[in-house]
């Protein structure tokens, strides 16, 4: 059966590689592939509650960047974003556009897991899978489409993905948009590949697609067939097993400390945080009482029970469950900045500014430090200072819409009413909320008083909502 499998393997593998590297895709350009990505992201933003704090964005982000860099040159500007959803999903849609589901990936273990969830996402957009299945005709537009890729994406039985699909042209679409078997192997090659060339361990594909079989045998029946984007979890993880197979052994580096630090910070700050966690301080004392944990698993427990110590204004405890956690990983500058907010969220400013001032003087690249530092700025009135961070945060992270509220405030507070105007435009704008942000730049765009660039500015975001909302 191996020898069978291994043969098998390596035919599948044969005609793959000579299908090419990007398949044509005749139904969409990539100029319209890419105004229809930018049509869905509003969709989703309208839709569904995204996670976009500094610190999980450059995480999943640099995550990214680092398959790319392997994946060679690219059609699109990839952008990665993590949705609150108590589904089991990610998905790529066009343009670049990558979901990942915080149910997904409270369900991984280790970062190998997760960049090969990334890498297969990537393979979809670069084989433009989606897009060589879109037809286009006179009954069946972009906008429409747009609807029916919303609604695979976000599948399932909820009020959201019935409003998503209400009209039937979208439900139609969504049926002919999934994934075939064939796409899911050439995702999973490239993606098996990519992690190859990356030196990680490829049992994280194979840990992660038998997390998947469970989860889709659990749920089967519940969630119609044409919103299982990533169909029959059996067979591609047939597939990765026999192409480690005809490597002969799992290939990569073994897991490290840094690794599983980095990994298991991202995964607790978004379990603390994500809308439906009601077990997540009994799952962190079950991991540290486990014997198969290690000491980094039993220690980044201590982490997210300080995480949710904070959110319960448990100050003392927090701050205790964070200091063990510094002091097993005091190169960490990442926990400073957690320290930092802690101390804020206590309300003794001096001492949180003096933390996150030396944690953006050690990575002035870090945008977590310098976010949470402009807010400390601005609650001890050192508008100025907050403003040129916030400033900063906004040209490194341009879809972060807090930071153009925390601007809005700012300019508010100094009777500068065309700029914060504007500023909350762009929150809403990035918060999918399309007639706000359409009020906001009207109201600037009509102003006769000085500010010819932040109307000009205003005119262009006018223009921009017009085709999002053009059907």
């Known amino acids: 059966m191996n020898k069978f499998k291994k043969i098998i393997s390596l035919l599948l593998t044969g005609i793959l590689i000579q299908s090419g590297s990007i398949s044509a895709a005749h139904a969409f350009s990539i100029g319209e592939e890419r105004e229809l990505g930018e049509k869905l992201l509003y969709s989703v933003r309208a839709s569904f509650p995204i996670l976009g704090e500094p610190d999980l964005h450059q995480y999943i982000n640099g995550l990214g960047q680092e398959v790319l860099q392997v994946a060679g040159l690219q059609f699109f500007d990839y952008r990665f974003y993590i949705v609150d959803s108590n589904q089991f999903n990610a ?22 897991e997760l960049v090969s969830v990334l890498a297969h996402e990537i393979g979809h957009v670069v084989k433009r899978h989606l897009a060589s299945r879109m037809k286009k005709g006179k009954a069946i537009n972009i906008a429409s489409l747009g609807l029916a890729l919303a609604a ?49 361990n490829t049992d994280g594909q194979k840990e992660m697609l ?98 949710l110590d904070r959110q319960a204004n448990n100050f003392d405890n927090s701050l205790k469950q964070l200091s063990q956690v510094i002091d097993a990983f005091p190169e960490q500058n990442i926990l400073l900045v957690d320290k930092g907010i802690l101390y804020s969220e206590m309300g003794e400013l001096d ?30 009135n050192e508008l100025k200072k907050a403003e040129e961070l916030f400033r900063i945060v906004s040209y490194q992270m ?34 999918g909320k399309l007639k706000l942000a359409q009020a906001n ?11 010819a660039e932040l109307k000009k500015e205003s005119e262009e975001m006018l223009e921009l909502i017009e085709r999002l909302k053009d059907s």
């Open 91 to 112: 998905f790529a849609a066009p343009s670049g556009l990558i979901f990942f589901y915080t149910k997904l990936i409270e369900s991984m273990n280790s970062e190998d």
């Open 398 to 431: 341009p879809e972060f819409p807090q930071v153009y509220f925390e601007m809005g405030r700012i300019q508010a507070a100094q009777g500068r009413t065309l700029e914060s105007r504007f500023n909350l435009g762009k929150y809403n704008l990035y918060e």
């Open 210 to 307: 038998r997390t998947m079989r469970r989860i889709t045998r659990y749920r089967s029946g519940q969630i119609p067939q044409y919103l299982l984007t990533h169909p029959d979890p059996e067979a591609r993880l047939n597939y990765v097993e026999s192409l480690i197979f005809a490597d002969n052994s799992s290939s990569g580096s073994s897991r490290t400390d840094k690794m599983d630090f980095a990994f298991l910070r991202f995964k607790y700050r978004i379990m603390s945080v994500a809308s439906k966690n009601e077990s997540f301080r009994a799952y962190l004392v079950n991991k540290m009482a486990d014997s198969r944990s290690s000491e980094t698993d039993i220690i980044m427990a201590s982490y997210g029970l300080s995480q």
């Open 441 to 451: 730049f009207k109201q600037v765009a009509d102003n006769q008083d000085d500010g």
């Open 152 to 200: 695979i994406a976000f599948g399932g039985a909820g009020a959201a993905t019935q409003t998503l699909l209400a009209g039937s042209l979208a439900a139609g679409q969504s049926a002919q948009l999934y994934f075939s078997r064939q796409d899911e192997m050439e995702a999973d090659l490239l993606a098996y590949k990519w992690i190859k060339d990356l030196d990680r």
């Open 351 to 380: 001492q949180a500014k003096i933390i996150l001032e030396g944690a953006l003087n050690t990575d002035v690249s870090d945008m977590y430090a310098a976010f949470n530092l402009a807010k400390v700025l601005l609650k001890t």
